[in-house]
Nanobody, 125 residues
């Protein structure tokens, strides 16, 4: 089982940027597809971005495509979410997630089994 710890959240103004990090420990990091999800107050948790084990396949939610960028560093057991041009509707708790998979180039948007505790991102208008 992999353990995940997010960092980098905070309070910013609309148009600003933030970079979230997620450090993984435990099982072999490179055997996991990784992702970011978020949950706004009163809403269901939603998919934001996922990245394959190799880093070669990436999926984004329509709402963040072109503004957010997910990446991973397998040598550091860490993934990142660079968030640019933030909007008030991006306000949410952001969660890091992991999915054990045998496929090297697979970036799913569902069925993640390991989750971090979350980091709050608040964007003021």
């Amino acid at each position: 089982q992999v353990q995940l710890v997010e960092s980098g959240g905070g309070l910013v103004q609309a148009g600003d940027s933030l970079r979230l990090s997620c450090a993984a420990s435990g099982h072999l990091f490179s055997t996991y597809a990784m992702g970011w999800f978020r949950q706004a107050p009163g809403k269901e948790r939603e998919f934001v971005a996922t990245i394959s084990r190799s880093g070669g396949h990436i999926n984004y939610a329509t709402s963040v495509r072109g503004r957010f960028a997910i990446s991973r560093d397998n040598a550091k057991n860490t993934i990142y979410l660079q968030m640019n041009t933030l909007k008030p509707e991006d306000t949410a708790i952001y969660y890091c997630a992991a999915k054990l998979t045998t496929y090297l180039d697979y970036a799913p948007s569902t069925d993640f089994t390991s989750w971090g505790q979350g980091t709050q991102v608040t964007v003021s208008s």
